[in-house]
C-alpha cells in the first residue's frame, strides 16, 4: 500500500506522453555514458527556438556518431555557420534524426561532399540523398562529434523530427531516452511590469525584480494593472547546464491566471519564442505572462486578460508561480502583492522623436531624409519607436548622412525593416559605392545593405544606429604563405582578405585554372587541396575577394608540393 501512489504517479506519467514518441526503439548516438546535456528543447532564446537537445561530449571532438535508428541518409549539408557539418537519417517510421555541429563525416560520405562541392562551386552545401546511397544500420557511425557552424563548444546538436521534417519532437520529455532527472526547476527571479494600454499603443514599465522570490518577505507594490515575468531554470542528474522549463503557471489568490506548455514547437512557430521573452539584462531573460498579440504560438498559453493582471481593491494578494519540468518535477514561490496607486505615471511621450506603431498595419516615419518602413506584423506588439538623430553628416569622418539611431535594440522584429537614407550628400562620382552602417552598441561598424534608389540608399535592417558611409577601397590580400614556397604534404594554406570598409562580400580562389574549394573565415580565406591537388610539384593559385561596394582584389602566387 505504501507503494501506491509513486506507482499511480509513473503509470500517470507514461499515459501523458505522446503515444508515437513512446520508448519506441531508438539507440544512443554516442557511446559516452552517463549522457549529459548543457541544453535542452525549447529553451527561451530571444533570437531563435532551440529545436533540439545539446549533447555533451566530453570537451573534445571526434567522438564517433552512431545512427539511434535503421535508415539511410537522406541529407547532408556544410555550412560555416549554423548546424556545420550535418547529417539528416530518414528513418522508416516517418521519423528523420539530425545531427549537427560534426567535425566530419565518415569518408565515403564525406567524398560525397565533396563532389557536391565542386559540382556547385561551393564550399556551402545542403543537399538530399536517395535512400541506396547511404544506408544505415542501427549503430553504425556514420561521422564525429565537432563544434562546426555556430557552436560555443565541442558538442552534439540532436533533434528527432516528424510530419515530414516539420515537427522537432521534445524527445527527452516523450521518453525516448531514459535519463534520471528528480531535480526541480529553480525559480530565480521574478520581475514586475506596469502595464496601460490608454492609447492603443501599451506602455510598459519594470515596478521591481525579486531575487531569490522563494526567500521574500514582504509585499511588493503594483499597479492597477500589471504583468509578471519568471526566470526559471531546470536541472538534472549528471548535468551542471541549465535545462528548459516546461510549464509555467501563475495563480492570483487560488484563480490560475496564467499557464504555458513548451511542447512540440513545429518549425514556422519557434520564431514567436521571442514573443513569450521578457528581455533581461546581459542577455537572462524572463517568460512574461503578457499575451504579446502577434505572438503565433498563443494557442499553447490558457491566460486570464492576456495575462494581464488587476488587483480590484488595495487589499494583500498572494501571486502564486509555479514551474515544472518535463518530468514532473516542480517548484513553486508566493509573492505578496498589494495596489499602489501612484505608480501609474509614464514618461511622457515626445511625438516628434517618436512613432506610436500599431503592429497589425504598415508603418511609416520620415524626417530630414531618413525613412523608415515597418510591414505588417512586423513588431510582436504595439509599442513606441525612438527615432533619434545621433550626430550629423560629416564627409571627413565618413558620414555622408545623419546618424539615425531608430528603435530599441533588444525589440526583437519579425520582419526587419527599411531604412532608407537620402543620398544628397553623396557626391555624384561616389554614389554607385555609397552603403549604410550599421553602429553596433560595442561600436563595431558592419555593413548593412545598398539596394540603390532614386536619390536615396536602402537596407533591411534590425533597429539600431545607422548612416550612410563610401567604401571606395578593394579588400586587402595577404596569402600566410611565402610565393613559391614549400608547403607539407598535408598542407591546407590561408589568405588573409581585410576590407576595412563595407567587408568582403565574396571570394573566390583557383590552382591552375581551376576552381578550388575555399571557405571565408574569420578574415582569412581558408584553402582546402584535395590529395590530387597536393602533387606534382608547382601549383600557380590565384585568389579574388570582392567588397559590397564592388571593389576587387586578386593575388596570384606559386605554392609547391
Ligand atoms: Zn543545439
Redesign the pocket.
Known amino acids: 500500500m505504501k507503494h501506491f501512489p509513486s506507482v499511480l504517479l509513473v503509470l500517470m506519467l507514461a499515459l501523458s506522453l505522446p503515444a508515437a514518441a513512446q520508448n519506441k526503439g531508438y539507440g544512443w548516438p554516442m557511446d559516452l555514458r552517463p549522457a549529459s546535456f ?2 535542452t528543447y525549447g529553451e527561451l532564446r530571444r533570437n531563435h527556438f ?5 549533447w555533451r561530449t566530453g570537451g573534445h571532438v571526434g567522438e564517433p556518431l552512431k545512427a539511434i535508428k535503421a535508415g539511410y541518409v537522406c541529407r547532408l549539408s556544410v555550412s560555416p555557420v549554423g548546424y556545420g557539418n550535418a547529417v539528416y537519417i530518414q528513418h522508416p517510421d516517418g521519423t528523420m534524426s539530425v545531427y ?2 560534426m567535425d566530419r563525416f565518415r569518408d565515403d560520405i564525406a567524398r560525397r561532399v565533396r563532389e557536391e562541392q565542386y559540382k556547385n562551386k561551393s564550399y556551402r552545401v545542403y543537399f538530399d540523398l536517395a535512400p541506396g546511397e547511404f544506408p544505415l544500420e542501427k549503430g553504425e557511425v556514420f561521422g564525429y562529434s565537432g563544434n562546426t557552424g555556430s ?1 560555443g563548444g565541442p ?1 552534439l ?3 528527432i523530427r516528424t510530419d515530414g521534417d516539420n515537427l522537432p519532437l521534445n524527445y527527452l520529455a516523450s521518453g525516448v531516452y531514459s535519463v534520471t532527472d528528480t531535480k526541480k526547476p529553480d525559480i530565480r527571479r521574478v520581475g514586475f511590469y506596469a502595464f496601460e494600454d490608454s492609447t492603443t499603443v501599451p506602455q510598459v514599465r519594470r515596478l521591481a525584480m525579486i531575487s531569490n522570490p522563494e526567500k521574500h518577505k514582504g509585499t511588493v507594490a503594483v499597479s492597477d494593472k500589471f504583468y509578471v515575468a519568471i526566470d526559471a531554470v531546470d536541472y538534472m542528474e549528471g548535468t551542471s547546464g541549465r535545462l528548459a522549463v516546461e510549464n509555467y503557471r501563475v495563480y492570483l489568490d487560488s484563480e490560475k491566471v496564467f499557464d504555458f506548455k513548451v511542447g512540440d514547437v513545429p518549425y514556422s512557430e519557434g520564431r514567436y519564442f521571442a514573443c513569450l521573452v521578457q528581455q533581461g539584462e546581459k542577455g537572462h531573460d524572463l517568460l512574461k505572462t503578457w499575451c504579446v498579440p502577434n505572438n503565433g504560438l498563443l494557442y499553447k498559453i490558457d491566460a486570464v486578460n492576456d495575462g494581464i493582471i488587476s488587483l480590484e481593491d488595495d487589499a494583500v494578494h498572494t501571486l502564486r508561480l509555479v514551474v515544472s519540468d518535463c518530468f514532473g518535477n516542480s517548484s513553486s514561490c508566493s509573492l505578496n502583492v498589494r495596489r499602489d496607486a501612484t505608480l501609474k505615471v509614464f514618461d511622457p511621450v515626445d511625438t516628434v522623436d517618436c512613432l506610436a506603431a500599431l503592429w497589425y498595419v504598415p508603418q511609416v516615419y520620415s524626417r530630414d531624409g531618413m525613412t523608415m518602413f515597418i510591414e505588417p506584423a512586423s513588431l510582436n506588439a504595439s509599442t513606441y519607436i525612438k527615432c533619434e538623430k545621433l550626430a550629423p553628416a560629416s564627409p571627413s569622418l565618413g558620414r555622408y548622412s545623419d546618424m539615425w539611431a531608430v528603435g530599441d535594440e533588444d525589440i526583437h522584429l519579425q520582419k526587419r525593416i527599411k531604412l532608407s537614407f537620402s543620398t544628397a550628400g553623396v557626391p555624384d562620382e561616389l554614389l554607385d559605392k555609397c552603403y549604410i552602417v550599421r553602429k553596433g552598441s560595442d561600436g563595431d561598424l558592419s555593413f548593412a545593405g545598398n539596394q540603390h534608389l532614386d536619390g536615396a540608399v536602402a537596407a533591411d535592417c534590425r533597429f539600431g544606429t545607422y548612416y550612410v558611409a563610401v567604401d571606395t577601397e578593394a579588400p586587402v590580400l595577404r596569402p600566410r604563405v611565402e610565393d613559391g614556397a614549400r608547403l607539407p604534404e598535408s598542407g591546407r594554406f590561408s589568405i588573409e582578405a581585410i576590407d576595412l570598409g563595407s567587408g568582403v562580400d565574396t571570394f573566390n580562389a583557383e590552382m591552375d585554372g581551376e576552381w578550388i574549394l575555399s571557405q571565408f573565415v574569420g578574415s582569412r580565406i581558408q584553402i582546402y587541396p584535395d590529395s590530387s591537388h597536393r602533387s606534382g610539384g608547382r601549383h600557380t593559385m590565384r585568389v579574388s575577394a570582392t567588397d559590397h561596394c564592388g571593389n576587387t582584389a586578386q593575388v596570384e602566387f606559386d605554392v609547391i608540393y
Not at 532551440?50 to 545539446?54: I, M, P, Q, S
Open positions: 548543457s541544453s532551440h529545436a533540439g537537445l545539446d549537427g555541429h557552436s558538442h546538436h540532436m533533434e
